[in-house]
């Protein structure tokens, strides 16, 4: 069972100290947002799952298939959906992110989240960094991760499966190849695993 302190014992090697705090805060502060929040899946006693469990799923993604430790690429995928899903409790915001983060972070979230819907795709492909795509990657592995949980239903999981192979799988590629070399090997792990799970997932259907 992950919690707030398998967490951190998985970055305390690769922070400062001073970087390990402000993690901290920032991860304070996403499960303090996301607080009244729940996600469609159920856990294995038939509980419903905290909405902050995707949030810190997809930076243990970036972190035990990615290789990534930074700061920025933590906070960046911990607020990846504050803005944009916590707006009717007095939200997470850009600036707020801005803030206490810094614009290299609110950069990432703003491109991350659908705000608007139309044009969004284009919007992370034409003007997203190595970051964004590693925020976008550990959020969709993450997703593809939970459609076999209790409460999901056929319908939504094919419609995950159909919207990552014909939309996100592709944009992924695509901006990994704009990548600096570094980044890249990390990137491309998180990629293949969600194409491993989709197979996974077919596969029992």
């Known amino acids: 069972m992950e919690n707030k302190t398998t967490f951190f014992a998985r970055l305390a090697p690769h922070l400062s100290p001073e970087e390990l705090l402000d993690v901290k805060v920032f991860y304070a502060l996403a499960k303090f947002f996301h607080r009244h929040q729940f996600r469609k899946e159920c856990d294995s006693l038939g509980r419903p799952v905290r909405y902050f469990e995707h949030a810190r799923g997809a930076a243990l993604i970036a972190m035990d298939i990615g ?16 803005p944009e899903d916590t707006t009717e409790y007095d939200g997470l915001t850009l600036p707020m992110i801005k803030r206490v983060a810094g614009p290299r972070v609110a950069r990432t979230v703003e491109l991350v989240s659908k705000m608007p ?17 590693l925020s976008k990657v550990s959020d969709r592995d993450h997703n593809i991760h939970t459609l076999g949980l209790d409460k999901v239903t056929p319908e939504f999981q094919a419609r995950q499966i159909k919207e990552t192979k014909e939309i996100y799988l592709p944009l992924f590629w695509r901006m990994l190849d704009r990548c600096p070399p570094a980044v890249q090997p990390g990137i491309r792990r998180i990629i293949k695993d969600i194409e491993a799970e989709i ?3 077919e596969a029992k259907n």
């Open 67 to 82: 290789g990534f430790y930074g700061r920025d690429e933590m906070c960046s995928i911990l607020f990846h959906d504050g």
């Open 199 to 201: 197979v996974c997932l």
């Open 117 to 133: 819907t139309e044009g969004y795709v284009e919007r992370m492909e034409e003007n997203g960094d190595w970051m964004v795509l």
